[in-house]
């Protein structure tokens, strides 16, 4: 149960690390070709700065999942991976409820799955 907990764990910390790519390195090509639809082109340029701020905001939460692999006492990486991914969660769940209900299924989900994980691995 452990090793699941910590692969799915890392599996929503690369997550985290491909949306801070997207949004402050390729927010206009692969942003654009993310969000198609979502916004208008001509939004892309000018909201360049608003998404690697948002991105950024996913690095941390990406490494503050990273770091629990790297935390030798089980406790502090317990609470650590059960604090980070619940912010994602919170982030998810406020996303889908003010953006994109699929923001639910791509984000807030998957960290649902990993902390039932990890709390069931404790």
């Not at 909201?47 to 998404?51: E, I, Q, R, S």
């Not at 690095?59 to 030798?72: C, D, E, R, V």
């Given at each position: 149960m452990e090793i699941i907990a910590k692969i799915l764990v890392g599996l929503v910390a690369v997550e985290h690390l491909y949306i801070l790519y997207m949004e402050m390195f390729a927010w206009e090509t692969l942003g654009r070709?993310?969000?198609?639809?979502?916004?208008?082109?001509?939004?892309f340029s000018p909201?360049?700065?608003?998404?690697a701020n948002q991105g950024l905001y996913n690095?941390?939460?990406?490494?503050?999942?990273?770091?629990?692999?790297?935390?030798?006492d089980k406790l502090w990486a317990f609470n650590i991976s059960v604090f980070f991914l619940s912010c994602v969660i919170t982030a998810g769940l406020y996303g889908a409820l003010t953006a994109s209900k699929k923001i639910f299924f791509s984000q807030a989900l998957p960290a649902i799955i990993a902390l039932a994980f990890v709390l069931l691995s404790r």
């Open positions: 070709k993310t969000f198609k639809g979502a916004l208008p082109d001509s939004l909201t360049k700065g608003l998404a690095g941390f939460l990406s490494a503050g999942l990273i770091w629990t692999f790297f935390i030798s």
